[in-house]
């Protein structure tokens, strides 16, 4: 975490309660280099976690009660840990609960507390505020009353659990995974058919990352994303009726068999298929380019993964388009993509550092002279994951 941030919501809870925290925690953000769509889909993703992200100062409070304070957007929201409902008016408030109920479940010992938040990671921009908020949570919550469980992977499912059952978002795993198993200057593997994971170094410290935000701001509980996962699965049920055999998800369908049977689905769903199984291709061989020690050749992959977005998942927009269009002109470009949902939020770019800073003047320029909108431009790096910075003794 970085300093301004830790020092921003320890100040955040001591104004808001009069006393000190108990428990500093943080999870990162994170933007997918390759595998967009794939992980509902039983694929394979590429993502790297943020230097960036959620977090969370707590402290117990007799009872049940507890109340969350978000320094970000200056609201509050208080409720008793029996009565965990959605907010119809905060929705934030409804990301925390999700992970409230799903830890009471799995007997972690919550009672009362306070709890205030701090973010440095730009909302709704497609670098995952969401899950670093929930695992944010989660990580003050084992820090104040213990009942980690025994395995990362426990964490991100637990987290997921509360994003697809209590807060409506049918997600899939990337999201919750890279938060938590992220590491400095690695790109992560998963496999998420199997949950098998790798880090993978990176091996330069001569590259570098900037986010473009198009401010267009993505809502993906509002349905887009729901009816992009339900397209998926029709298109893996109709190939499992072709194929004669069960398929549960597009993973257990090869290239060729799509190719053979492409034409016996509609157009749309076809469209999609095609873009899930050729990004579980560029994920594999991302992967393998990062184990020769090729990160740059990532580029060429990330740039594909992009237009394959944009031309058969049907999930950028113009915005997104002209970041990629004009990033690819400018010097010191290596590989740049839409991150996250789509329909807005951000482009992660990969360059070299030493152009970072005209890269970043330069786009954010091309992109005010075609859409007249200010972009927001982030020089972010590949940081670590969620953790208790500091807990009650013998926590």
């Known amino acids: 975490m970085k300093p301004a941030l830790r020092s921003e919501v320890e100040s955040a809870f001591r104004r808001r309660y009069s006393r000190d925290a108990e428990a500093v925690a943080f999870a990162p953000g994170r933007v997918e280099i390759l595998g967009n769509h794939t992980d509902y889909n039983g694929g394979f993703v590429m993502p790297v976690g943020l230097d960036l992200g959620v977090a969370a100062a707590g402290g117990r409070r007799p ?13 509050s929201i208080e409720f008793d840990l029996d009565r965990i409902e959605r907010h119809p008016a905060l929705r934030w408030a409804d990301y925390p609960k999700g992970v409230l109920r799903e830890l009471i479940a799995s007997d972690v010992p919550v009672e009362g507390f306070s709890l205030a938040i701090a973010s440095d990671l730009p909302f709704g921009a497609g670098v995952s505020s969401s899950a670093a908020l929930e695992l944010a949570v989660a990580e003050a919550c084992y820090g104040l009353f213990g009942g980690r469980p025994k395995d990362l992977m426990g964490e991100a499912l637990l987290c997921q659990r509360a994003e697809a059952d209590f807060v409506g978002m049918p997600c899939g795993l990337l999201d919750q995974f890279a938060s938590a198993f992220a590491e400095e200057n690695c ?14 170094p990176v091996g330069r410290s001569d590259l570098a990352l900037v986010l473009a935000d198009t401010r267009v701001k993505h809502a993906l509980v509002d349905g887009k994303y729901a009816e992009l996962r339900r397209s998926c699965e029709r298109a893996a049920a109709r190939l499992g009726e072709g194929l004669g055999r069960a398929v549960r998800s597009l993973r257990e369908v090869t290239i060729d068999e799509f190719v053979r049977l492409r034409g016996t689905l509609p157009a749309e769903d076809a469209r999609r298929a095609e873009h899930v199984l050729r990004e579980n291709e560029r994920v594999l061989e991302g992967k393998a380019r990062l184990e020769a020690g090729e990160p740059e ?28 269009e004009e990033a690819q002109r400018l010097p010191g470009f290596i590989g740049g993509k839409l ?9 992660v770019n990969l360059i070299e550092a030493a152009a970072a800073q005209d890269f970043s003047r330069a786009l954010a320029n091309r992109y005010r002279a075609r859409t007249g909108s200010e972009p ?17 003794k013998g926590r």
């Open 63 to 75: 009872g049940r009660r507890v109340e969350i304070h978000t320094a970000t957007l200056g609201e």
């Open 187 to 200: 790109a992560l593997f998963l496999d998420c058919a199997t949950r098998e994971w790798r880090r993978l």
């Open 297 to 324: 050749l990532l580029g060429p992959l990330m740039v594909a993964s992009h237009g394959s977005s944009r031309d058969f998942f049907g999930n950028s927009c113009t915005e997104l388009d002209v970041l990629v």
């Open 339 to 347: 991150s996250g949902g789509g329909f807005g939020g951000c482009t």
């Open 376 to 392: 927001r431009m982030i020089r972010a790096g590949i940081g670590g994951g969620a953790r208790v910075e500091r807990s009650p």
